[in-house]
């Protein structure tokens, strides 16, 4: 082989004229012809561009001194943030509640039309109990807050509001040694967290780029946005009168993201002071103007780009996780099936950490994708107890509480793990794509879950040392 | 007929009276800054004809849709938005290295009719580039409620090259752009880019160096831009070009002698 590089024809010349120009001359060059380019942009422009001078009031200037303002920039952040969150647990509420009526009935006419053809009480239940079932309550769990959050998401974004988010976090992100594109990313991670590490391209700098793919696990994803909501309207929701119960609901929620933004820049900090050393860079944030949203393409790419990706995502990995659930629920060993023996196992571990035994295995099985957490973990209750079937709120509060134990505290640990624990499988498989290594892949698995186990088990202690459950 | 028609519907150019093989190809790339409704343009015009991925060896995404027009066949390349070509970082590098090295048949440059100073720098340093540009001066709907005014016909003149004036979200005069763009591709217009004049200095050095390296540089690479960038001491253009003529390997003769001579 040949070695290129030294004589290349051209580096040559780059050498002579590197030798034929004084140093301080040199680096001037690049000035001076940007100047040049400059100078020529400007000329043209002066001869083509007039502005009529009518009085007119600059609104996306006036609109940006309060949506930037120190003062209310916060506040209004928050508020929106509620409203969002509210619209979606209010708005899911019903139609969850007819899906799952609808998607367990057909379920009644499923095992029918088994029974009636004679067919194996195992192949009924792999295929009605285990795959239909956990089908079904991914959809009805699902697809009514992602068809209500990605639009009015999508709708923030085409209004040009997350480029302010990010002017306004900016700072606190700089401050943890973390790029102000950060909150980008972090805003990304609501739809999906694997969407989330694709979009951390945007960040140029490696160090940075790596901070905010590691973190990104920290915000809730759609995944897990309905076990946060369903947890938080059958528990906290119940604490309080009928009329403000989606209220309470949304404060829990956006209490818990909240929890999640502090532990990510915390996080950050502590990355960018250990692993990933270094200073902040520099970067230009434009601020677009506000364009009128268009309803048609806000449609199409909340729907079609997202609601159906995630939920056929979620779909793919449910069917076959919910036979493998259903195996390990009925495959008996010494009166005791796998998966009661795991649970029970797991258990002691488990109750340190404010949870039971059942939940842990739900969340280990629920790695593929964390939108089916929630459904194995009812399967597993179920299949160890009475056959419920779980089409309201009230009969999941009967579940989970009446059968099982269940306090708020319980409930209140759930919703931290499962914001805080592993990114789902695909996220891992995109951390692995984007960073090309192995070692900041399972990073990204063990420092998000060791975080998860010092807070639950933290909280844990400290509600016990106190006396409230 | 019925076997062009079956053979057709496959390739997604049912409603054409020529099959696809059979149709001129034409490739066009779409650059400009960003926040100049680049996308829309693009979306606008190749509605669900679309595939996505990523650019060879980076992490960043790369558009590819393409469509019809009298009866040939365009593929539009979305090249990331940028500020400037001076590959300061990785989608100032995957846009630059695309219009030089692979050549398209016409490159569109979308810009922003609100601050049109600011984008005609990117538009100055692509006609550097290459000659066969389109300049798409979007947002006219946005400016208009503004007070801006462009006079399109002069900023043609000025820069040689067509202009467009769109707005591409009401998908206003989008066929005034797909009709300049078939003309640009296919050489049926005479364009006569204005190119930036530098400092005298730097003007003597271009044309010094210029005559230097023409002979080294593959046919159809400008060297005044060539030389302009190893002026303001870009050493990547040279990894680019090496790249580029590895890749294909059909390189100039003169780089094959030299090749030879490293050799020995």
Known sequence: MYQVGSCNPLTKILDEINRDLPPEEKNAMRDRIVDGIYDSAEKIAGKVVSRENRKQINWDQKIDDIITSRLLGFPLMLILLGVVLWLTVTGANYPSQVLAAALFRLQDLLSGLFIQAGAPAWLHGLLVEGAYMSLAWVVSVMLPPMAIFFPLFTLLEDLGYLPRVAFNLDNFFRRAGAHGKQSLTMSMGFGCNAAGVISCRIIESPRERLIAILTNNFIPCNGRFPILITLSTVFMGGAVAASCRSAAATAVVVGLVLTGVIITLLVSKLLSKTLLRGAPSFFILELPPYRRPQAGRIIIRSVLDRTLFVLGRAVVVAVPAGVATWLLANTFIDSSSLLCYAAGSLDAFARHLGMDGFILIAFILGLPANEIVLPILLMGYISSGTMVEPDSLAALHNILVGQHGWTWFTALSVMLFSLLHYPCGTTLLTIFKETRSLKWTLIALLMPLSVALLVTFALTRAVRLLGLV | ?264
């Open chain 2, 1 to 264: 007929m019925a076997f062009f028609k079956g053979a057709c519907r496959k390739k997604n150019c049912w409603n054409q009276s020529v099959p696809q093989h059979q149709c001129p190809q034409m490739t066009i790339a779409l650059a400009g800054n960003p926040n100049t409704g680049k996308s829309t343009v693009f979306n606008a015009l190749t509605g669900l004809r679309q595939h996505t991925g990523n650019w060879p060896g980076k992490t960043v995404q790369r558009a590819e849709g393409s469509f019809y027009y009298k009866n040939k066949h365009f593929t539009l390349v979305d090249l990331p938005g940028t500020y400037s070509l001076f590959a300061n970082s990785v989608d100032e590098q995957v846009a630059r290295d695309y219009i030089c090295f692979t050549r398209p048949d016409a490159t569109v440059i979308v810009t922003d009719a609100t601050c049109l100073e600011r984008n005609l720098n990117l538009v100055l340093q692509v006609m550097e580039i290459t000659p066969r540009v389109v300049v798409c001066v979007n947002l006219m709907d946005e400016a208009e409620r503004k007070y801006i005014r462009v006079d399109v016909d002069l900023l043609s003149s000025e820069l040689g090259v067509p202009v467009i004036a769109t707005a591409a979200r009401s998908g206003r005069s989008l066929d005034k752009l797909i009709d300049a763009i078939d003309r640009v591709a296919s050489g049926r217009i005479k364009i006569t880019p204005r190119l930036v004049t530098y400092d005298s200095e730097i003007e003597y050095l271009v044309q010094r160096i210029e005559l230097k390296i023409s002979p080294l540089i593959p046919a159809g690479l400008n060297p005044r831009w060539v030389a302009l960038r190893l002026i303001d001491g870009d050493r990547g253009i040279i990894d680019s070009l090496q790249i580029y003529l590895d890749d294909d390997k059909k390189g100039s003769p003169q780089w094959g002698e030299e090749k030879i001579l490293c050799t020995r």
